[in-house]
């Protein structure tokens, strides 16, 4: 027979795993995030250097 405490234990221990991957998918989308809004800055910097040489060669 099961003992009720290790039952309790056994779920406590499946939700802070749960917890843990949750906290891991949340950071990777966290980065991701930062990295497609770096990327949109360099675009944008990209594109005012080309209209700055642009208006250099005129």
Known sequence: MVDRQDVDARKRMRDIDRLRRESDVISRLLKQASLIELKNEFEQ????LEEVETNLES
């Open 45 to 48: 910097v990209n594109i005012h």
